[in-house]
């Protein structure tokens, strides 16, 4: 049975850091694609970073670019998401998202093309 398992969030001050983890079981991050959702109250889910399977394409949405960093450890199958100056705009539940089947490059920010999806965990960014 696969599990995403999202870690990390909480509470934090606009201009703040967090990183939030990923930590999978009954799935192999290695050659997948994979990412980082987010769904605030009352808006859709929007896509803020992926990677391809390989790791050769990444995927950033504007309004993250250059304050966000999406890695992967395959080593230890686990995916992160580094989030530096937060922005109250960042409040919203964040949610890990990965490939069913191995090989995807393109079209990151679809989220109806990934499989699995985690639990959530909740980023709240307010002074």
């Known amino acids: 049975q696969v599990q995403l398992v999202e870690s990390g969030g909480g509470l934090v001050q606009p201009g703040g850091s967090l990183r939030l983890s990923c930590a999978t079981s009954?799935?192999?991050?290695?050659?997948?694609?994979v990412g980082w959702f987010r769904q605030a109250p009352g808006k859709e889910r929007e896509a803020v970073s992926c990677?391809?399977?390989?790791?050769?394409?990444?995927y950033y949405a504007d309004s993250v670019k250059g304050r966000f960093t999406i890695s992967r450890d395959n080593g230890k199958n686990q995916l992160y998401l580094q989030m530096n100056s937060l922005k109250p705009e960042d409040t919203a539940t964040y949610y890990c998202?990965?490939?069913?089947?191995?090989?995807?490059?393109?079209?990151?920010?679809?989220?109806?093309?990934?499989?699995?999806w985690g639990q959530g965990t909740q980023v709240t960014v307010s002074s």
């Open positions: 990677i391809s399977s390989t790791g050769s394409s990444l």
């Open positions: 009954g799935y192999t991050l290695d050659n997948h694609a």
């Open positions: 998202a990965g490939d069913r089947f191995p090989g995807r490059e393109e079209h990151l920010w679809e989220g109806l093309l990934y499989e699995y």
